[in-house]
Each structure stands twice: as C-alpha cells, then as structure tokens.
C-alpha cells in the first residue's frame, strides 16, 4: 500500500472513509509542511524524515497516534473531550465531534517535540 486512496479503499465504511480523508486533508492544509505517507499500511505525517501523528480507522473510531510523549502531554484534555486512548493513541469514535484545536495543539507540540530529530521515532519508542 503505497497511496493514501490505497489506504481508504480498505475503509469498508463510506461515511468514516470520508470522515477520515477530510480530517487528513485539514491536516495536510492545517500543516503544509508535513508530508502524507503511508508507513507500516497506515497513513502518517511526517516532517524532515520524522514521524509526527499517524491515523488509522477502526470500525467504532479513529485512532491518532503522535509520539508516547506527546500523547500524555494531553492525556487530560484527550479524556476531557471524551474520547478513548490507550497507551499510544487516543481514538475518536466515528459520531464524535472532532477537536480540532486539540488536534492543531498536539501536532504543534509533536512538531516541536521532534524538531532537530535525526530518527523516525523518538528514542523511548525504539
């Protein structure tokens, strides 16, 4: 898999397909910088060869994957919007609003997080 249509056309779910390639898209014009790859057959932003958020769609939600680090930097306002989250993601079920704001804070803060990086992940995830 090797596109981002590759990776929708797995969604069986038309509605959470197109939820899910306008959340990437807002991130793509949200973030121009970042480029749009498919890693491990699951869609990721990337910025100077360095993984900032990935996506992947499940049939309740959507997970969004930043960095460990990132992630329990907004544990607390992840939880407060409601939404679910395990030890590497927060999901957000098909229904619920997004967060956009939330979203924007935490790709900020990956972007930040992981300027200067010279691996693809951060080093406590190797």
Do not use: C
């Not at 973030?31 to 996506?55: A, R, Y």
């Not at 997970?63 to 590497?88: C, D, N, Q, W």
């Amino acid at each position: 898999m090797d596109t981002l249509r590759q990776y929708l056309a797995t969604v069986p779910n038309e509605e959470h397909r197109e939820s899910l390639e306008s959340l990437i898209e807002w991130v793509t014009n949200s973030f121009p910088e970042l480029k749009l790859e498919i890693k491990w057959n699951v869609p990721m932003m990337v910025n100077n060869g360095t993984f900032i958020i990935g996506f992947s769609a499940a049939a309740h939600y959507v997970s969004i994957a930043p960095e460990t680090k990132v992630l329990y930097e907004f544990i607390e306002r992840i939880k407060e919007s409601g939404y679910g989250h395990t030890k590497m993601k927060f999901q957000i079920k098909w229904n619920q609003k997004i967060d956009y704001e939330l979203l924007r804070e935490i790709i900020e803060r990956s972007i930040d997080f992981k300027k200067g990086s010279k691996t693809f992940w951060a080093p406590e995830q190797k």
